[in-house]
């Protein structure tokens, strides 16, 4: 079985530790556990991870956020991997910082990233790893806050909860996307 796995984020050292990346710092994680790095390729930092049998295919957009639904759609083509098999991990304001919501379609929300790839994909039935950022911002401020950095408060739980993440993605390539809501949504 093959899976694609796409964190959303920004490319650049300016945005390495905002808000918006937290697909990336995921992405990051799973693939230190396999001691592998990513390279950059077309429209995306990629690599390829081996869990349980199956190949996960990891990428970092680098198209920037409001266009993340390219190198979505070029790299399902590229991996002969469908809808089923994608799973969009992306930052929610609506979340607490650090819930964690995995759901199998769902509605852009307003987040940029999904919206253009639900446009790019004509779906928004794909599953996507929601991580919560909170919404500590004033009204209008919406794109400060998720372009801005960590707070060092975020940082006393970012590790666990990024470790969570890590793990269903795992659980999604390995015992599905319903049994892995059940046991992790929540938590």
């Given at each position: 079985m093959k899976y694609?796995?796409?964190?959303?984020?920004?490319?650049g050292a300016e945005y390495e530790n905002t808000r918006h990346n937290i697909g990336f710092k995921v992405l990051?994680?799973?693939?230190?556990l396999s001691n592998i790095s990513f390279s950059t390729n077309k429209l995306?930092?990629?690599?390829?991870v081996k869990f349980k049998g199956r190949k996960l295919i990891l990428i970092k957009p680098n198209t920037f956020m409001n266009l993340s639904g390219k190198s979505v759609h070029y790299w399902m083509?590229?991996?002969?991997?469908?809808?089923?098999?994608?799973?969009?991990?992306?930052?929610?304001?609506s979340l607490p910082f650090g819930v964690l919501r995995l759901r199998k379609k769902g509605s852009d929300g307003g987040h940029n990233g999904l919206k253009d790839i639900q446009n790019v994909l004509s779906s928004a039935k794909y599953p996507r790893l929601r991580f919560g950022v909170?919404?500590?911002?004033?009204?209008?401020?919406?794109?400060?806050?998720?372009?801005?950095?960590?707070?060092?408060?975020?940082y006393t739980t970012m590790d666990e909860r990024i470790d969570l993440a890590v793990k269903m993605i795992q659980g999604f390539t390995t015992i599905g996307i319903g049994r892995t809501m059940s046991y992790f949504n929540g938590k």
């Open positions: 694609l796995i796409i964190g959303l984020g920004n490319p990051d994680k799973l693939a230190s995306a930092d990629v690599t390829e083509q590229q991996s002969k991997v469908n809808i089923d098999n994608i799973l969009v991990i992306t930052d929610d304001i909170g919404n500590d911002f004033p009204r209008g401020r919406q794109a400060d806050y998720v372009l801005g950095n960590f707070t060092a408060e975020d």
